[in-house]
């Protein structure tokens, strides 16, 4: 957009900000009577918000959330809504108590108003206050219908065009097409909102702004700054409350009767004035700050072209960087408002009754208005317009209007002071709407004192800008010539949004995103504060590295050799054949949920959203528990393994590997991804030269050695009887190494667990997935290929039990072939894959105690991060489980590590089998809601088959991996409960907080998913197969 349109953008910016508010029909509604009393219902933890220019600000951010009463007129109910709360800090005494902001809409987030503003606002108030936001109900993520037929603002915008096209009057036709958009708009999206729509009314916000003063413990002293459409709310919540207001400032005002009874046409009447004083000051301004002045249209009826499209452009939804502000803004201002047309003649009739006040912008105005001629739902609690006749509060309150503000008529403030005894208007002289757009030392030093001191300003106190309104391009232009080099764009507070540079160059406006706090039983996704909180540093290496870490450690090393044994060549090579189909599966389902949400805890998070809250607690503490022990067992091993080369106390061991364990897991997370890729790769290459010698002593490469070849499959044969005899027993061998497979390939499906610290989560995610299946595969198939031609699956050394070196398969085949080197070398190997395992524990557990935390489903002190993004207290949490390990210092610390084999391939099972599930709840969810799968960042098309296939096999391997203990004489307790022990875990968890949070099974229809949608395409990101 070219500097033609930007000015005019500022002068009507925010229209719809200043159009609404409800009728009368309950006006002996009581108020509501409490106890003064500070309480605990606000649980603030601190935001970090991640935007360059509030860097030096983030640590005074705090975000928090407020359960309030659904619905206010039935006292007898007992539903509730939870608000969503930001609060930036007072940092000056005496603290003289909060200030509520509301900016305005209906429909604009308090939440990112006090993100991009609120440090303004403290400035102004001399920073004695708390700066508090709230997103208002059917605001942000509050009571919001999720539909699945596009937004109403996309249909009003097409009604808009047709209008723009036409001759510019008013025809049968036109009326026609509005009236059938509005049918549209009130089917698809009101139809769909039946059980809510009613509790959006601006009454019900007042009363949540009284609740919230209360939770603060200033229910008689409430503070209160509105914007637009806020200076209604602040109306209304002063004829409700009028003996505990103590500072309220209205900005840019609407009166509430034109709001409720005319759906504010009348908000425009100043703007043709407006706009002229910008033509004015455009041909004045100097050094062509002014493109316009210069590329003007040649005709009338081009110009007015010109205007109309500005003034719809601009005049769209509030907050439109907000997915929500569409649905939010209709919801509430057609709920308050009086104003319906089931009729042709009766919209005829309102744009007749509009002509006759002779306003240009009047026509433009009905039709974007017109959304709510058929909206069949008022307010529960409308305002009581009587109640506003005359309202005499505890203190005075101030109203500031701009002399030059096109959708806030300054006449609007004078009628609304005449109402209010004792209060003063201040006529600011600026252009653009909300007096901060075009800045006055003046206006804010009343504001200032009115705030701090209590005092007044004179009757009719007028203001002047400190600079004309161009001279602030210039100032813009001047401070990007300056940080053109570090690439820093100037932020302005214009119109009540955050704009950069950029838009008065012509780009688009990028406003900060909003802090969104989180209610413990909602399934829905919310990634900000862990964008916030937690650092992107993880690179697509480090994510296939890390993958691979954790999957090539001691089951390769140690654990090939008794699948061989108890399978045989052929049964352990069938056996991880089967489960690396599997692993395929879930990656690749993994790669395509995460691909779409990538956030921190992964499929835990995935569960809680795609299948019920429950579930993903379940799975979440499932998930804790076991990497809390699988680090101590990792260490032990460790320990183990250094008794090979050393007789030193292992406890010294123990000690050095559980400081250099949470020291890595306190760095920055890109130190920790270093770590691991180096370790990995050393890993790597590592095995890679243990096949390629495995292949040179089979076939007779080392001298004095004879070839092998597949010698070992015919004798003692390709498969071992187990337990029974016979093809039986052969196929009992082949399925009893399941359970060794589904402990190596354990920690493929972490590698997700920190999306929300990846970088372009949704390119690396399907990549290091894609990656991770294809090497593991080839890692593992081919090491049990070559160590079933190496060893005899009779061989006794496979029954050494010292855990060392001496019984790996690769180590027998070394020394059969007089290379004594081997195990020392494989030693080295075990030891670093186990402190990488260990590490990568470390992570994944971590990550998903964060995620937990952040769901309310752990404690919030587990929320802190450090100032490089590293969530602190949960590493330190697992630090003090780490000294389980010196529990394992006894003799049957081997016999301990295999039934942490059997509880770790149990809970493995079902990870797996939720991933799954969650990528099958989201295909089907997408049919569900006619979303086609090619909306995926990343997709194939036959992976909802094989997550069906992989579920079944890993709900019956999980089932059948304990088998032995049922056969006759092989009744083992220890062994059942180490195979078993997690399912009950695991049923008890979801079951416990599906009892205390009754939550439910989210249904297909209702899983929210435009929104990661929607999301997704804001980020640009797009993946090939």
Not at 191 to 199: E, T
Not at 549 to 574: D, K, M, N, R, Y
Not at 604 to 609: C, D, G, I, Q
Request: net charge negative.
């Amino acid at each position: 957009m070219k500097l033609i349109n930007i000015i005019p953008m500022h002068l009507f910016l925010q229209s719809t900000h200043a159009t609404f508010l409800p009728k009368d029909d309950l006006p002996n509604i009581p108020k509501d009577v409490h106890v003064f009393f500070p309480d605990d219902r606000i649980n603030w933890t601190r935001c970090n918000l991640g935007i360059d220019e509030y860097k030096k600000y983030q640590k005074a951010f705090e975000c928090g959330n407020l359960t309030v009463p659904l619905d206010y007129t039935d006292k007898s109910s007992k539903n509730t809504t939870t608000l969503n709360l930001i609060k930036l800090r007072a940092t000056k005494t005496p603290f003289k108590g909060s200030i509520i902001v509301n900016p305005g809409g209906p429909g604009a987030s308090a939440l990112d108003a006090v993100l991009t503003q609120g440090q303004d606002m403290a400035n102004i108030t001399g920073g004695f206050y708390h700066i508090i936001g709230f997103d208002p109900r059917g605001t942000g993520k509050t009571m919001v219908p999720l539909g699945d037929e596009g937004f109403p603002g996309q249909m009003i915008e097409e009604l808009f065009y047709t209008f723009q096209n036409s001759s510019y009057f008013i025809t049968q036709q036109l009326l026609s097409d509005a009236l059938d958009y509005t049918r549209t708009i009130t089917e698809s999206f009101v139809a769909k909102d039946a059980d809510l729509r009613k509790f959006r009314g601006t009454a019900f916000v007042a009363r949540d702004i009284a609740e919230i003063a209360m939770a603060l413990g200033e229910g008689n002293s409430i503070n209160y700054w509105g914007t637009s459409y806020g200076t209604v709310l602040g109306q209304v919540l002063a004829s409700m409350f009028p003996d505990r207001i103590e500072r309220m400032l209205l900005d840019s005002n609407l009166l509430a009767d034109d709001y409720v009874n005319n759906l504010a046409l009348n908000s425009t009447k100043d703007a043709e004035k407006a706009l002229y004083h910008f033509y004015d000051e455009c041909m004045a301004a100097k050094n062509d700050s002014c493109l316009s002045a210069n590329k003007l249209p040649k005709g009338p009826d081009d110009f007015l072209k010109v205007l109309n499209h500005v003034f719809m452009e601009i005049g769209d939804w509030a907050s439109p960087w907000n997915p929500q502000s569409d649905l939010a803004h209709l919801a509430i201002w057609c709920s308050d408002a009086n104003v319906r047309a089931e009729t042709i003649e009766e919209i005829n009739s309102l744009y007749e009754s509009g002509q006759a006040n002779n306003n240009p912008f009047f026509t433009p105005t009905l039709l974007q208005r017109s959304a709510c001629f058929q909206w069949n739902t008022h307010a529960a609690e409308p305002i009581n317009l009587t109640s506003l006749e005359r309202v005499e509060t505890k203190n005075p309150i101030l109203l500031v209007n701009g002399e030059y503000d096109p959708v806030t008529p300054l006449d609007h403030a004078w009628k609304i002071s005449a109402r209010f005894p004792g209060s003063r208007v201040v006529v600011h002289e600026g252009v653009g709407h909300c007096f901060r757009a075009h800045p006055s030392s003046c206006t804010r030093e009343i504001v200032a004192r009115y705030f701090i001191d209590g005092k007044l300003p004179p009757a009719e106190a007028t203001c002047k800008p400190d600079v004309d309104a161009f001279e602030i391009v210039e100032i813009i232009r001047e401070e990007r010539a300056k940080d053109a080099g570090n690439h820093k764009i100037p932020v302005f507070l214009l119109g009540g949004v955050k704009m950069s540079a950029d838009v008065l160059a012509g780009g688009k406006a990028n406003p900060s995103m909003g802090v969104e706090t989180r209610n413990d039983n909602n399934g829905d996704l919310v990634t900000a504060t862990e964008e916030q909180s937690l650092q992107r540093g993880l690179h697509e290496r480090h994510l296939s590295m890390l993958g691979i870490a954790g999957a090539i450690g001691t089951g390769l090393f140690l654990g090939l050799g008794q699948s061989v044994q108890t399978g045989g060549p052929l049964g352990a090579l069938l056996g991880y054949a089967t489960v690396g189909l599997v692993v395929c599966a879930v990656q690749f389902a993994l790669g395509e949920v995460a691909a779409l949400l990538p956030v921190t805890g992964a499929f835990v998070r995935h569960a809680e959203f795609l299948v019920d809250p429950a579930w993903g607690f379940a799975i979440g503490w499932n998930l804790v528990y076991g990497n809390i022990l699988s680090i101590p067992s990792e260490i032990t091993a460790i320990c183990v393994l250094f008794e090979f080369w050393t007789d030193i106390n292992p406890s010294l061991w123990i000690m050095i590997f559980i400081v250099l364990t949470t020291v890595v897991g306190l760095c920055f997370v890109r130190v920790f991804g270093e770590v691991e890729f180096w370790f990995a790769l050393l890993k790597i290459l590592l095995v890679v030269f243990l096949i390629i010698l495995g292949l040179v002593i089979n076939l007779g490469g080392v001298p004095g050695t004879e070839r092998i070849g597949f010698r070992y499959w015919k004798d003692p044969g390709p498969f071992v009887e187990y337990i029974a005899t016979g093809s039986w027993g052969q196929f009992l061998g082949y399925w009893s190494v399941m359970t060794s497979a589904v402990f190596s390939f354990a920690g493929v499906e972490s590698i997700a667990m920190a999306a929300a610290e990846t970088r372009n989560p949704a390119r690396a995610i399907p990549k290091a997935c894609k990656n991770v299946f294809i090497r593991i595969l080839v890692f593992y198939i081919l090491a049990i290929l070559i160590v079933g031609m190496l060893v005899r699956s009779d061989d006794e050394r496979l029954n050494d039990q010292s855990g060392a070196a001496g019984q790996s398969p690769f180590v027998i085949a070394a020394s059969a072939a007089g290379i004594p080197a081997i195990p020392s070398v494989v030693n080295a190997v075990v030891i670093t894959s186990a402190w990488s395992a260990s590490n990568q524990s470390l992570l994944a557990g971590t990550r998903v105690l964060y995620g937990l935390a952040l769901k309310r489903q752990a404690p919030q002190i587990f929320l802190r991060t450090t100032a490089w993004g590293v969530p602190y207290v949960c590493v330190l949490f697992f630090t003090c489980f780490m000294f389980l390990s010196f529990m394992s210092l006894s003799n049957g610390a081997m016999t301990v590590f295999w039934w942490l084999v059997d509880l770790t391939a149990a809970g493995v099972l079902i990870s797996w089998a939720s991933i799954l599930l969650n990528h099958i709840r989201l295909r089907l969810a997408m049919k569900k809601q006619g979303i086609p799968v090619e909306s995926l960042p990343w997709h194939n098309s036959w992976t909802f088959y094989s997550s069906c296939a992989g579920l079944f096999m890993t709900l019956l391997i999980l089932l059948t991996g304990g088998f032995r203990v049922f056969t006759r004489g092989n009744w083992d307790p220890v062994g059942f409960v180490s195979s078993y022990l997690d399912i009950p875990l695991v049923t008890a968890a979801y079951l416990i907080w599906k009892f205390v949070k009754k939550t439910k099974v989210v249904p297909l229809a209702e899983i929210p998913l435009q929104d990661a949608f929607r999301k997704s395409e804001e980020d640009h990101e797009v993946v090939t197969a």
